[in-house]
């Protein structure tokens, strides 16, 4: 089976080129014959890349240690999910998910459009399977998983512990499955540059994939935090890392496209607009990627470079390149069909928002870029930290959220005075409210308080929205509140999912906001010792050691201390955290100690205790952290995952067009209107 | 005024205040990150260098680290190959801080010439060149029974 792998990676990277050839081919010279085959050969793909990645999964499940992947992130002793998550560990299997991830979605994107679009198709699938074949490649000549030692070790090095997390065990295939699902959208933009048909009928095939691509991006944005937060023991859970600002990138782009689409589709502006945002979209997801893997940011100089960077460079040239081309040759056939009419407008807000969006993703992309830049152009290498990106991002992000309350309730084309009085009374005086209800508990933050202003307001828009669809179904169809609430948003997925996502938003912003409360303490305990403290609420808590204890678990040696934590008095439940050493099969210690950081978790505020160090046998060295509205995060993050599936649960035709989203907008169709 | 001219002017102004953003978030926030050695090349030049916030990347020299007691100080030396630095670090020591590790401190050089540091990032050397070797020292056992022959020996 492992051997049939091997092989199937050079035969996936054979039938790629010639699917990416002969569609082409097929597309260019309008032959149905080689447009059959290259679909048949981005099956057949699929299925070759599917079998290398069961080879290398029987490769590590039976601890082939002969392979140098194996060897180097699997020990014999190490559970059986990470034995088998140990597939994304390394790069070269990274590489393989990605493969398998890009041809999957190919040969969906295929298969369901194989009476649709055709015209688009044989370059669709030609755009899909080069950038299969490219990685493919990278892979064979670059960083294959299949590598063998010239010696067997009897056991392999094990995977490192901060690795061994149930979160980590998920979080990277979500955001390869967000990655590689910006890949459609792009080759789609791609094939309709190449046949100039820009009108609705791209669009139409690459929203739901843009849905896919953010849904995924979303959870694995969050899954990395919480995994940052739980594992990483630096008691926050967003550092602006280059990796993490990787993920962030195509995320933000993506954001605005969903936004930027329904400006073409009812207004058929932009054009030009979102065929660029597809493009940097896709583009920023292979930077990302490359950032990561390659090692050119986040390097000390002795880093040892990767191969796989040239083949990245490689690639993001012919992409930019390439598009830059087709775009500067289609300019004529992008020519937008209707022109703002008002500043006062949805149009207008959703052009703003992605003014925003676009310029945050610049600034993130520039600070994480700015020691390169600044080596080539001044010769220092200056880096920037997160100082920078709050500096720059509070500001904006803030106008953003005041956007997303907008942008909903504001008509299409011109707004009148009455639309606009109608709309946004309650949700000022509810934004206000919140702000001065704030203040006069007490808080002085500036930003803090304009957050929850401005999260007041757009939370009052959301629930403004709710209660005015659900109280007209109420009348019209004589339904129960619940039923008719249901029934609101299961015919009007798009609108009321979308609001969902922008609750999300507004739960995220809010725990943001709450860091600016964050305390923390570094103290020393002994067994029966105490620390007092008072939380940024104002209530006192007492932690009591109950000591160090020293034992041995699974694959680790663990070394925790326990603490019983009060509450203005109350006992609370307890809270562990541990040092771990791990080791190998035959006993000898992997890797240095972990932290497993212990995490009281409550809606209001998070203790975060770190156990940093024992000191003579039961003196624990511990930071305790003070973390406010935490939870609400990855609450946040939820709500947005559930509005993106209800947005891009599918639809019959016929909810759609009633609905109000026809999303095939014919030139014509749109000229006049 | 149009509402397209409306629009851009706004726009304009949205991407003016992000690039002034941008432009005194660097000036204020944006640190020198250097290598030893090139630390040492700015301090002889300009004297005044000393006691600037760096970032310094380097890797630590092995059997130099000296931890105190307790878990919250540590002593060591970086080195790039040319020059190296005596370094002292009070906070949260990193999981992956080890012998050999590829660090990333942020600190000011003192008077006396040594680093001290504020935060101290450290990248796990075997991350990298992690495949197991057969002259590793845990393999000491495995290499001396009886049936055991290295396939080829200069390779790795």
Redesign the interface.
């Known amino acids: 089976m492992i051997l049939i792998g091997e092989l199937s990676l050079w035969v996936a990277l054979l039938v790629a080129g010639w699917a990416c050839a002969v569609s082409f081919a097929g597309g260019a010279l309008r032959r149905a014959d080689l447009v059959a085959s290259g679909e048949r050969a981005i099956y057949a793909t699929w299925g070759f890349v599917l079998l290398a990645s069961i080879g290398l999964w029987t490769a590590l499940l039976t601890h082939d240690?002969s392979f140098?992947f194996v060897?180097?992130?699997t020990s014999a002793n190490l559970p059986t999910l990470y034995t088998i998550t140990a597939f994304w560990a390394g790069q070269a299997g990274s590489l393989l998910l990605w493969a398998l991830i890009l041809t999957t979605y190919s040969a969906i994107a295929v298969w369901t459009n194989r009476h649709r679009n055709r015209t688009l198709m044989p370059y669709v699938a030609g755009t899909l399977a080069g950038i299969a074949a490219f990685f493919l490649a990278t892979m064979c000549f670059g960083a294959n998983p299949y590598e063998r030692?010239?010696?067997?070790?009897?056991?392999?090095?094990g995977m490192?512990?901060?690795l061994q997390n149930p979160g980590m065990a998920i979080h990277p295939p979500n955001l390869y499955l967000g990655y590689v699902a910006t890949a459609v959208p792009f080759a789609f933009a791609v094939a309709a540059l190449i046949t100039r048909r820009l009108d609705g009928e791209w669009l139409a095939a690459v929203r739901r994939w843009s849905l896919v691509s953010w849904f995924f991006l979303t959870v694995g944005i969050t899954l990395g935090m919480w995994w940052a937060y739980v594992e990483l023991?630096?008691g926050g859970y967003w550092a602006w890392d280059p990796v993490e600002n990787a993920s962030l990138l195509p995320w933000l782009t993506g954001t605005a496209f969903l936004h930027s689409i329904m400006v073409q589709e009812k207004r058929g502006m932009l054009r030009k607009w979102n065929v660029v945002l597809v493009v940097t979209t896709f583009i920023l997801s292979i930077l990302g990627t490359f950032i990561t893997r390659s090692?050119v940011i986040?390097?000390?100089?002795?880093?040892?470079q990767s191969p796989v960077g040239t083949w990245f460079a490689a690639l993001l040239t012919i992409a930019i390149v390439g598009t830059g081309y087709l775009v500067a040759t289609r300019l004529p056939d992008l020519k937008t069909q209707a022109?703002?009419?008002?500043?006062v407008s949805r149009e207008?807000a959703f052009?703003?928002n992605n003014?925003?969006l676009v310029?945050i993703a610049?600034?993130v992309l520039?600070?994480t870029l700015?020691?390169i830049l600044?080596e080539a152009v001044r010769g220092?290498?200056?880096?920037?930290?997160a100082?920078?990106f709050n500096?720059?991002n509070v500001?904006?992000g803030l106008?953003l959220l005041a956007l997303t309350g907008i942008g909903p309730l504001i008509a299409w084309r011109r707004a009148s005075v009455a639309n606009l009085q109608r709309q946004f009374a309650l949700p000022l005086f509810g934004g206000l409210a919140a702000g001065a209800l704030l203040l006069a508990l007490g808080m002085r933050e500036g930003h803090a308080l304009i957050a929850y202003t401005l999260a007041g307001f757009v939370a009052t828009t959301i629930l403004q929205e709710f209660w005015k669809g659900t109280r007209a179904r109420m009348r019209l169809h004589g339904e129960s509140a619940v039923a008719g609430l249901a029934h609101l948003v299961a015919r009007n997925r798009r609108r009321y999912g979308g609001y969902i996502v922008h609750a999300g938003v507004v739960i995220l912003f809010c725990a943001f906001a709450g860091l600016a409360f964050k305390r923390e303490a570094?103290v020393?305990l002994h067994a029966g010792e105490s620390y007092a403290a008072i939380d940024p609420y104002g209530h006192h808590w007492r932690f009591t050691s109950n000591g160090v204890s020293v034992y041995d678990q699974l694959n680790r040696h663990v070394t925790a201390v326990s603490l019983k934590p009060t509450r203005d008095g109350q006992p609370m439940p307890l809270i562990e955290t541990e040092k771990r050493q791990h080791f190998?099969s035959?006993g000898?210690p992997t890797?240095?100690?972990?932290?497993a950081v212990g995490i009281l978790e409550r809606p209001m505020e998070d203790v975060y205790v770190?156990l940093?160090?024992?000191?003579?046998n039961d003196?624990a060295?511990l930071?305790i952290t003070f973390n406010p509205l935490v939870w609400w995060v990855w609450y946040g993050g939820i709500t947005m995952a559930l509005g993106g599936l209800i947005v891009m649960w599918p639809q019959t035709q016929r909810a759609r067009d009633r609905s109000g989203y026809n999303t095939v907008l014919r030139p014509e169709a749109t000229a006049h209107a | 005024m149009k509402p397209r001219t409306t629009f851009l002017l706004g726009a304009a102004a949205i991407v003016g205040i992000a690039g002034y953003l941008m432009a005194g978030a660097i000036t204020r926030t944006g640190v020198y990150y250097l290598t030893p050695q090139e630390l040492a090349g700015r301090v002889a030049h300009d004297s005044t260098f000393v006691g600037i916030g760096v970032k310094v990347g380097a890797r630590v020299v092995p059997g130099s680290i000296q931890r105190a007691a307790g878990g919250r100080e540590v002593s060591f030396r970086v080195t790039d190959g040319g020059q190296s630095y005596p370094v002292v670090y009070r906070g949260i020591i990193p999981d992956t801080f080890a012998d050999s590790a590829d660090v990333i401190l942020e600190g000011r050089l003192g008077r006396d010439g040594t680093f001290r540091a504020t935060t101290l990032l450290a990248k796990c050397a075997s991350r990298y060149e992690n495949a197991p070797r057969p002259t590793d020292e845990k393999f000491r056992k495995y290499r001396a029974t009886p049936g055991y022959r290295a396939v080829t020996t200069a390779r790795t």
């Open positions: 240690f140098r060897a180097s992130f030692m010239n010696w067997v070790p009897p056991d392999g090095n490192n512990p901060q023991g630096w090692g986040n390097s000390v100089h002795s880093f040892a022109q703002l009419e008002s500043m207008a052009l703003y003014v925003l310029g610049f600034s520039w600070g700015f020691p600044s220092t290498k200056i880096t920037v930290a100082p920078f500096l720059v500001p904006l106008l570094d020393t190998d035959r000898n890797f240095e100690p972990a932290t770190v940093t160090g024992v000191r003579e003196a060295e930071r």
